[in-house]
């Protein structure tokens, strides 16, 4: 039964498939090892436990309209760790914002922040909501469907996820804290984990090297237009949400505005991926059937698949970007400011900015990949050689 499982599980995997996926397992494991170097910049008697509420006390509490301030009485016992089933008492202090505040509850979960004197608790504060338990479990059941699903491909696609999110937190983040100049790491970075991606997708093929190659090319036109295109849009980096707050939090040496950049090409690399991956996996396709087909026909049909995925693309683009952005657009509109001043903003210039640079990039990483799959999938071979993938 267990070698039937293993066998319906690496159907279709082929053995150096195998071997690259353990080896972005080490990697992912090396990874999560790694301190981030700034681990200890909070007291080191300092530690974060679960806790649950058994009482709270709205005495102090005061509400004017939405706005919440004064603070709430919190009693809460501890779950886990040394002092599990202590009881402490703390205070929720409001601060007047709905996006930062939290009102909790008896029975409510919190994330407890204590700090401690050898086995007594000196301080403690509830922070938010616990919500490790929930997050862990829905990230269980995308991973079991991906599983059910994929198989072998689908442990793959969970690979490269976990490979992604440790790449950004213990490299990507790290190192621009550090003062490394973030569009040149932002860009190195993307270009490492469209290999590992698309190699993991794709296997250790042809067609995983082109859709690298046309995204790379993309990501690196990608860059050097926002670069280009940030100055005369007069956008500066502290449009983003934090990162005024960065530069007061010890950080003053970092430039916000290649600290956007940055984040532009990281946004838009994940569509440049997909849409690379798409053509090159159609062209592959198109050869292995019509291994006769020239190289006009080939391009043809690679500039049709690409117009295709090019149309739905820029658009899906548009509502992600947007999307993150509803409210404020909601609010513009309903205090009635006019369309001129509304994408004269800073920050619906920059989402604009950041939109159509994106979409240029899938413009031209579609024909850059057509081109690269042509020479890679004819390299001038006889008409009846047999094709390779």
């Not at 090319?217 to 990162?243: D, E, N």
């Not at 820029?314 to 952005?325: H, Q, R």
Request: hydrophobic share 50%; net charge neutral; proline share 3%.
């Amino acid at each position: 039964m267990s070698n039937r499982l293993t066998a319906l599980f690496f159907h279709n995997a082929q053995k150096k498939d195998v071997l690259f996926s353990a080896l972005v397992l080490v990697l992912c494991v090396i990874l999560g090892l790694i301190p981030t170097g700034f681990e200890n910049r909070l007291p080191q008697n300092t530690e974060q436990v679960e806790g649950r509420i058994l009482s709270v006390d709205n005495s102090q509490l005061e509400q004017h309209g939405l706005i919440l301030s004064g603070s709430q009485g919190v009693e809460a016992e501890i779950l886990k760790g040394r002092w599990k089933g202590q009881v402490i008492r703390t205070g929720n202090h409001f601060l007047g914002k709905m996006e930062l505040d939290r009102v909790f509850e008896v029975g409510d979960h919190a994330l407890l922040n204590i700090s401690s004197n050898g086995e007594l608790i000196t301080w403690a504060n509830t922070y938010d909501h616990y919500r490790l338990r929930i997050e862990v479990i829905l990230l269980l059941i995308f991973s079991v469907f991906l599983l059910l699903y994929g198989g072998f491909f689908g442990m793959q696609a969970i690979l490269s996820f976990i490979f992604t999110a440790l790449m950004l937190w213990k490299v990507l983040i790290p190192c621009m804290l550090r003062g490394i100049d973030p569009i040149l790491l932002s860009f190195v970075t993307v270009c490492l984990l469209s290999a590992v991606i698309l190699f993991l997708v794709a296997g250790l093929n042809k067609r995983g090297f082109v859709a690298l190659l046309g995204a790379s090319i993309g990501l690196g036109v990608t860059a050097l237009m926002t670069l280009y295109f940030t100055q005369p849009f007069k956008i500066h980096g502290a449009v983003r949400p934090f990162s005024e707050t960065l530069l007061y939090s010890g950080f003053t040496h970092l430039n916000l505005t290649r600290i956007f950049i940055a984040g532009v090409v990281l946004s838009a690399s994940g569509a440049v991926m997909d849409l690379a991956m798409d053509i090159s996996t159609a062209m592959s396709e198109i050869v292995r059937h019509h291994p006769d087909i020239s190289r006009k026909e080939l391009l043809l049909s690679g500039n049709t698949i690409g117009r295709s995925v090019i149309g739905t693309m820029t658009t899906t683009l548009l509502l992600a970007y947007s999307g993150g952005y509803l409210a404020m657009l909601m609010l513009f509109m309903g205090q009635g400011i006019p369309n001129g001043n509304m994408l004269n903003m800073n920050y619906v210039a920059a989402e604009i900015l950041h939109t159509l640079v994106g979409s240029f990039g899938l413009v031209l990483v579609a024909p850059i990949t057509t081109v690269i799959g042509i020479w890679l999938y004819l390299p001038g071979r006889k008409k009846d050689a047999p094709f390779q993938i």
